[in-house]
């Protein structure tokens, strides 16, 4: 079994890092690591169409690239790796990527990539910054990749991957009570933006913090690591909103229906200062 890791951190970060070593050394399986070369938080499913992308090679083997984190599984899918991995990993990030954050997440975006293309991905954060018990973190992705991998050929052969978000609570091994299956709950708007003056006079701005949760109640991804469970939530790209569908209809009918004689001349009419709209 072939896995490729990447993340939104760097290819420096403690969580990549301690994610590598620890599914490294998996029975029967090969890893390699493309993460981009500095932080990309935030970056979501960007990738960089307007410059050129470099590939380096660190000491301990790890390649990094000048771009974001789609950017990274992207290439490495398409001529970098040559070969077809049977699973992406994505973090292990800083931080939580639960509700509105899998939006924007540079970590979810590098799993989606994989799954964009048709490879089963899974996205690991712990909920809190700071990289506090960080090795229990690894151990759980390490467990649950273990019991994925039994599941990779058929996903394959089938042509049906999916994709996994997971956040980890930063707790002891024995504060853990296991996994739990979760849907995304939902924050409140982020805070404030931040304005400051820098020496040359000019405002800059920094974007606020996360808003608080909003959704957190049981059955979400919130409530379950309060909770002290990690938490797995299957993701999908489809964004549309099947139940409004029909309600949308009429308008689509009516924009579609041919305009009433006489209305362009009444729109002329009353066109502001007497020109007619063209």
Not at 81 to 104: E, F, H, K, W
Not at 112 to 118: A, D
Not at 175 to 186: E, S, Y
Not at 230 to 250: E, F, G, M, N, S
């Amino acid at each position: 079994m072939k896995i490729l890791i990447s993340n939104d951190d760097g290819y420096q970060a403690p969580g990549i890092v301690a994610l590598y070593e620890a599914l490294r050394v998996l029975p029967g399986v090969e890893v390699e690591v493309v993460a981009p070369e500095h932080n990309n938080s935030a970056k979501s499913n960007a990738l960089s169409l307007h410059s050129p992308l470099y590939v380096h090679r660190a000491y301990n083997g790890f390649r990094y690239v000048n771009g974001t984190p789609a950017d990274c599984v992207h290439i490495a899918l398409t001529g970098l790796l040559g070969y077809r991995p049977d699973l992406v990993v994505s973090g292990i990030n800083n931080g939580a990527n639960m509700g509105d954050d899998t939006i924007y997440s540079g970590t979810v975006g590098a799993a989606m990539e994989g799954y964009l293309f048709g490879v089963p991905a899974v996205a690991f954060s712990q909920t809190e910054k700071g990289w506090a018990h960080l090795d229990v973190a690894a151990q759980k992705a390490a467990q649950l990749v273990t019991q994925l991998l039994p599941s990779l050929p058929e996903a394959a052969h089938r042509g049906e991957p999916w994709l996994l978000n997971v956040n980890i609570p930063n707790l002891p091994a024995d504060a853990i009570r296991g996994f739990k299956v979760a849907r995304l709950g939902r924050r409140h708007a982020a805070e404030q933006v931040i304005a400051q003056v820098n020496p040359r006079g000019d405002t800059m701005y920094w974007i606020g913090s996360a808003g608080a949760a909003k959704d957190d109640a049981e059955g979400t991804d919130f409530h379950a690591t309060a909770q002290g469970y990690a938490t797995i939530t299957p993701l999908q790209v489809d964004l549309t909103d099947h139940d409004r569908l029909p309600y949308w209809v009429p308008t689509a009918a009516g924009l579609s229906s041919p305009a009433p004689e006489g209305a362009l001349a009444g729109r002329a009419e009353s066109a502001p200062g007497g020109k007619a709209l063209a």
